[in-house]
């Protein structure tokens, strides 16, 4: 199976836009504005999952002029999505969450968090930080790192099959604080 992507124009229901996808995607979530004055962001990332090469891509809007109708008296503005990056993920996109504006938080199912920064003028991502093997059954046995949740710019909370929250900070590559046992399920939910 593959994904298709629906983009609904929020002033109008009736305006959206409709993009095959060559992978199994499991997570989208739209960059945050500028501040609050900026108009609405254009920038999306998706995370796939169940493929043979797992990625993050970026997506931008695009408005483009369609072809008239039959009639040729009418136009219409599309608003297409068009994918401007790519970088290869190991395991699958569990979650993903922006802590700011420029940095994107990803939970791999191997139990890794990554942190990735939109590179200054380019529709871009590379890694900062990563924090391997966050969650684990055992010391031979990783964990999918389940759920993300931010605060702020730097504080990323992660929960995981194993029943773990693991706390870290941007920047820093040792776990602030390490939950074990919070829940002898798996988590599937967190928020600051």
């Known amino acids: 199976e593959r994904s298709i992507i ?34 609405p962001s254009t920038t999306f990332a998706t995370g796939s999952w169940d493929d043979q090469q797992n990625s993050i891509c970026l997506w931008q809007i695009q408005d483009r002029i369609a072809a008239p109708q039959d009639d040729g008296l009418e136009t219409t503005l599309e608003h297409e999505p068009q994918k401007v990056f790519e970088v290869d993920h190991v395991g699958d996109v569990v979650d993903m969450q922006y802590i700011s ?19 200054p003028n380019t529709e871009s991502l590379s890694n900062v930080c990563s924090w391997e093997k966050l969650h684990r059954f055992s010391e031979d046995a990783s964990a999918p790192c389940t759920c993300l949740a931010t605060r702020g710019d730097d504080w990323i ?36």
Request: with cysteine; proline share 3%.
């Open 157 to 192: 909370a992660s929960g995981g099959e194993d029943g773990r929250i693991v706390i870290v900070v941007a920047g820093q590559k040792q776990p602030v604080q390490t939950i074990e046992g919070a829940d002898s399920c798996t988590i599937n939910a967190l928020t600051f």
């Open 6 to 39: 629906l983009v609904l124009h929020a002033a109008k229901m009736t305006d959206f836009s409709v993009k095959f996808v060559s992978k199994k995607v499991n997570k989208i979530r739209w960059r945050p504005k500028a501040d609050v004055k900026s108009p």
């Open 101 to 119: 504006r420029d940095c994107l938080a990803v939970a791999s199912s191997t139990g890794d968090v990554s942190l990735m920064k939109h590179r």
